[in-house]
């Protein structure tokens, strides 16, 4: 009887609990549409000796706030190799 008692107070609190989180955290609508003005994006950039990198481009009102190299993204290709690019995916930059 005891156990069948704690039981069904456990399972009361839990219940109670999930009823009053759920009336005080669930957020409201606002009305307002969420404009999102930052992005980032990677690309390799490579040099004349076919040495390319990885670099993390942060953009923020199409403009560029941050370059940073990815990690161990290092590569050196065959001097015959061709970026297999546009030259405008080449260029590409925050916009």
């Known amino acids: 009887m005891k156990k069948t008692t704690i039981a069904l107070i456990i399972i009361a609190l839990i219940i109670i609990g999930t009823i009053v989180f759920i009336i005080f955290k669930t957020p409201s609508t606002t009305g307002q549409a969420v404009v999102l003005t930052g992005y980032t994006f990677t690309k390799a950039v ?5 040495f390319c990198q990885d670099f993390e481009f942060v953009c923020e009102n199409n403009q ?32």
């Open 64 to 95: 560029t706030k941050a370059i940073n190299p990815v990690l161990n993204s290092e590569r050196q290709f065959s001097k015959s190799w061709q970026d297999p690019r546009t030259q405008e995916e080449i260029d590409k930059v925050c916009k």
């Open 46 to 50: 490579c040099d004349e000796s076919h």
